[in-house]
């Protein structure tokens, strides 16, 4: 599975900014989709995944953030609205099997920075 991130850009605090993330390749499996993030000088950190209807949210996104699929597209979204200084990161794309502990595959990454 080939995973290909975008929507990422410049933004100021409060305003709103979504990236896509687009699956081709072997895509018929049953993947849970997830969007993660990693800081300058941090490590990557879990922000949402979506299988089927059931979404997860980390905390420091909820209420802020929504993830949604369009499955026709094998595309993900992930809608940032009230974006912080702290949201500064670059987001990363993932997929896993249903039932396993870790990503599998992992899109390029798309920057996301926020001023204040």
């Known amino acids: 599975v080939q995973l290909q991130a975008s929507g990422g850009g410049l933004v100021q605090a409060g305003e709103s900014l979504r990236l896509s993330c687009a699956a081709s390749?072997?895509?018929?499996?049953?993947?849970?989709r997830g969007w993660f993030r990693q800081a300058p000088g941090k490590e990557r950190e879990f922000v949402a995944s979506?299988?089927?209807?059931?979404?997860s949210f980390a905390d420091s996104v909820k209420g802020r953030f929504a993830i949604s699929r369009d499955n026709a597209k094998n595309t993900i979204y992930l809608q940032m609205n009230g974006l912080k200084p702290e949201d500064t990161a670059v987001y990363y794309c993932?997929?896993?099997?249903?039932?396993?502990?870790?990503?599998?595959?992992w899109g390029q990454g798309t920057l996301v920075t926020v001023s204040s």
């Open positions: 979506i299988w089927g209807s059931a979404t």
């Open positions: 993932g997929a896993k099997v249903v039932g396993r502990e870790t990503y599998d595959f």
């Open positions: 390749g072997r895509t018929s499996r049953a993947y849970v």
